[in-house]
């Protein structure tokens, strides 16, 4: 029986952590078809400890004969590894804050702060400078591991990979799955019985076909018909973006607001309770909230049973990725990011990191073609896709003016002074957290 290892770097995480530890679990091919090891890393000792315990409950729970080890060194855990999965952040919320409040008090009316826009630019940074070590851990000990990237920035974490390794890296995002997902609700139909041909940028992707599985009939005109007709069924941004540039973008303002210019004018600001958004917790009964993590912690200690809910597989690529290959199945993704060093789509730049369709099967992972974008909307992808890399180069050369020509490039931004000063601020209030830059 073939041996697999999976290390997952990040699982101290109540949220990736579980999900990606239950997504392995819950694997009943890969863990019946392969002798299958799972590690676990992470650089805070008690979380760690408290998801081993956690996966170890869950294994019993699923009946399944996984190995599972864990460890604070990241080197010993690499050893011989097959697949690396990667999903990183310090202090994410609080950090989101500043990002997102701080360039407003500039004058700067993004919207979100996290994947694009004046905020993100300091996000990118952190999450680089968490990355790279690992990823240069990876290459040194295991260069020939596949990386399923989960860190945001996603396009960005991706690109210094491709830039600065030699590592074969694809990211991952559910954000492809969303799209179908809406695109199938508009035209009534189910996303198992249309297969979408889309391209972009990570929440910057665009349904460039769709045809239904069965007959083959194109269908790109019943959804163009179903979104005119009915101005409720997608949010307000993305409606005014298919009406102007004539294709169904990420459904979801928050994220494609972050590419544009006037999304505070057309939406104002997306920033919500964070806090409550992005920390998984349950409602006990008694009008209280139990966080993830401590209802991880009471069935790790075995004082709580296992729950279908904690062991509920998610719908995320990273299993069925390792599945296809290993298992040499074929299988079709909606959208992975990837170099786009074949011109997967043909009027970006080779050496950007591209959202498109992809195929798997036991000879690996092979994007699909998906031709040009129209011209307006390759030229709003090019001017991220140039904001991207001049973050790596600020990031890789340590240089504030790369940082702040990133900056610049932002359609949010207005004035080189106030970006600059925007610049230095955070900085220096982030500084624990960041590159030192000369």
Not at 86 to 105: G, H, K, M, N, S
Not at 255 to 272: C, L, Q, R, S
Request: charged share 20%; glycine share 6%; proline share 5%.
């Amino acid at each position: 029986m073939k041996k697999v290892k999976v290390v997952i770097v990040g699982a101290g995480s109540g949220s990736f952590g579980r999900a990606a530890i239950a997504d392995v679990l819950a694997s009943t091919k890969l863990n019946q078809k392969t002798e299958l090891k799972l590690v676990l890393v992470d650089v805070e000792q008690a979380a760690l400890d408290r998801m081993y315990h956690f996966s170890e409950v869950l294994k019993e729970y699923r009946r399944v004969p996984t190995r599972i080890e864990a460890t604070t060194d990241r080197c010993q855990a690499f050893c011989d590894a097959d697949y690396v999965i990667t999903c990183v952040a310090r202090d994410r919320i609080t950090l989101w804050e500043q990002d997102f409040y701080t360039p407003l008090t500039y004058g700067f009316r993004h919207i979100y702060g996290e994947n694009g826009g004046p905020g993100a630019a300091f996000h990118t940074l952190r999450s680089t400078h968490l990355m790279m070590p690992i990823i240069k851990d990876v290459e040194k000990v295991c260069p020939q591991a596949l990386v399923l990237n989960f860190t945001n920035p996603e396009s960005r974490i991706c690109l210094a990979v491709s830039k600065l390794t030699k590592l074969n890296a694809i990211g991952i995002c559910h954000g492809t799955q969303g799209t179908c997902e809406v695109a199938s609700r508009i035209m009534g139909k189910s996303p198992d019985d249309l297969e979408f041909l889309i391209g972009g940028i990570n929440h910057f992707h665009w349904v460039l076909g769709v045809k239904d599985v069965t007959t083959g009939m194109d269908m790109m005109s019943a959804l163009d018909q179903a979104i005119a007709e009915d101005e409720t069924v997608v949010q307000p941004l993305a409606r005014f973006l298919h009406q102007t540039f004539g294709r169904l973008t990420f459904p979801f303002d928050s994220h494609i607001g972050e590419y544009v210019g006037f999304a505070y004018d057309m939406i104002g600001p997306k920033f919500e309770n964070y806090r409550c958004r992005h920390v998984r917790v349950r409602e006990t009964g008694d009008g209280a909230f139990l966080p993830a993590w401590q209802e991880i912690q009471q069935v790790a200690d075995r004082q709580a049973p296992m729950t279908e809910s904690l062991a509920a597989p998610t719908t995320e690529a990273a299993v069925p990725i390792i599945c296809a290959i290993e298992l040499d199945q074929s299988a079709r993704f909606a959208g992975l990011n990837v170099p786009n060093t074949e011109k997967y789509v043909s009027n970006l730049p080779e050496d950007a990191i591209v959202e498109v369709p992809v195929k798997v099967d036991g000879n690996g992972i092979h994007p699909i073609k998906v031709g040009s974008l129209p011209e307006g909307i390759a030229a709003m992808c090019r001017q991220q896709i140039s904001i991207q890399n001049l973050l790596v180069e600020a990031y890789a050369e340590r240089s504030k003016r790369a940082f702040l020509s990133a900056l610049l490039l932002e359609p949010t931004v207005d004035s080189p002074s106030r970006a600059e000063q925007m610049m230095e601020e955070l900085l220096a209030r982030q500084a624990a957290y960041l590159p030192e830059f000369t």
